[in-house]
Nanobody, 118 residues
Framework: QVQLVESGGGLVQAGGSLRLSCAAS????????MGWFRQAPGKERELVAA???????NYADSVKGRFTISRDNAKNTLYLQMNSLKPEDTAVYYC????????????WGQGTQVTVSS
C-alpha cells in the first residue's frame, strides 16, 4: 500500500528553522506531484507548497521566500525547508501525493506537529 511518513516536526522559536521530510513508498514517486499542507486547530487545511514531477514549485503567499519545497527522487523523499518561522506557522503539516494528470491529492501522510513559539 501507499505510505507517506512525515518527520522533522517539533518546537522552535520564532525566527528559527526546521526541515520536514516525507518518506514515500508503494508508489512510483518520480511520477507523482507532491505537496505540503498544514492545518491549525479550527482552521481549514491549506496548501503550503507544491512540487511537480518535473520540479516546478508553487508556494502559498504566506510562506513565499521563507519555505522551500524539494524532492529527491532517488530517495523517494520530499522535503520542506522552513526558515524565518513565525508563530502563525504553527500547525500540523501533512505530506500529500497526486497523479500528475489529477488535480486531487489522493494520498496523505499522518502529519507532523510544528510549533513556533514567540
Amino acid at each position: 500500500q501507499v505510505q507517506l511518513v512525515e518527520s522533522g516536526g517539533g518546537l522552535v522559536q520564532a525566527g528559527g528553522s526546521l526541515r520536514l521530510s516525507c518518506a514515500a513508498s508503494g508508489l512510483t514517486f518520480r511520477s507523482y506531484a507532491m505537496g505540503w499542507f498544514r492545518q491549525a486547530p479550527g482552521k481549514e487545511r491549506e496548501l503550503v507548497a507544491a512540487i511537480s514531477s518535473g520540479g516546478t514549485t508553487n508556494y502559498a503567499d504566506s510562506v513565499k521566500g521563507r519555505f522551500t519545497i524539494s524532492r529527491d527522487n532517488a530517495k523517494n523523499t520530499l522535503y520542506l525547508q522552513m526558515n524565518s518561522l513565525k508563530p502563525e506557522d504553527t500547525a500540523v503539516y501533512y505530506c500529500a501525493a497526486r497523479r500528475t494528470i489529477s488535480a486531487v491529492y489522493q494520498y496523505w501522510g499522518q502529519g507532523t506537529q510544528v510549533t513556533v513559539s514567540s
